[in-house]
């Protein structure tokens, strides 16, 4: 099957300076791909070359086997991004009806797109008075027209509460079920970490790491920290037990090699009579994600 989004190579340069520089990956049908970077590293304009926005400076990319920015890529390619921006004397059902005529579709397609990000109660409210995470979900709607192959989306979360941004990686993985592509990029690591089957991430333009997050804690080969709670009273004998444990907010802390856990667990099963849990903490994203700028220089 042809990949959704194919780079191969793709370097950007303004005025001498780079901004990519030899960034080569492929996202699949059905697959929800982080992008991750501080700012700067060159994410926007990875995003402005895949929307057709700005040409590369050399590099190959396809878009369904289209050029970006051609009709045929275009028609497939949905975009979302941080700051949306809407006439505030519209209503949302008349935004949306506009946005659907420009794509060749039907104006009466707009309350069931409404409905899908949960707008359908404010559908005839001028967007002027909507929130900022109510302005989103219209943006999130407008992308959804026309049933795209690929959504780029840019901080899509930022100004939506808790149960919104639970309902709107909902929605991404029904899109993704469907067939989908996904390429969203975000700071909101926390997010992430469970919601995409695969993270880029970016520094200085450069690609310094690919791969599931199970492959990028096994390659960053970060410490695994360990959590005991003991039954009270017996804290000072676990911590006597288990040399290098701290303790910090009523358990103890201790951290190892990934290879050293089997053992670790082993010494701390010897001491279950007086244990109340125990609980272990991989590498987070964001742990990962400052691994791997630290060690660009960032």
Known sequence: MTPTLTI????KRFDGVAALTEVSFRIAAGERVALLGHNGAGKSTMMKIILGLIPATSGEIEICGAAPGSAQARAH???LPENVAFHPALTGLEQLGHYLRLRGESAGLAPALLDRVGLG??????????????????????????????????EPTSGLDPVSRRDFYALLDELA?????????????????????????????????????????????LPVSVHV??????AADIAAALPGSIFV????????RPEEKLALLARITD????????????????????HYSKRDGQ
């Open 271 to 290: 001491l279950r009579p007086k244990l109340a849990d125990v609980e272990i903490v991989p590498p987070s994203l964001e742990d990962i994600y400052s």
């Open 177 to 221: 079920a469907t067939g989908a592509s996904i390429l969203l990029s975000s700071h909101a690591l926390t997010e992430v970490e469970a919601r995409t089957d695969r993270i880029l991430i970016l520094s200085k333009g450069r690609m310094v790491a690919t791969g599931s997050l199970a492959a990028l804690r096994t390659a960053a080969d």
């Open 249 to 256: 907010q009523g358990e103890l802390r201790l951290t190892c």
């Open 121 to 154: 109660h404010a559908a005839k409210r001028r967007i002027g008075t909507y929130s900022k995470g109510m302005r989103q979900r219209v943006g999130l709607a407008q992308a959804l027209i026309g049933h795209p192959r690929l959504l780029v989306l840019d």
């Open 229 to 234: 709670t003991a039954i009270n009273g017996y």
């Open 8 to 11: 191969s190579k793709l370097n």
């Open 77 to 79: 390619v949905a975009y």
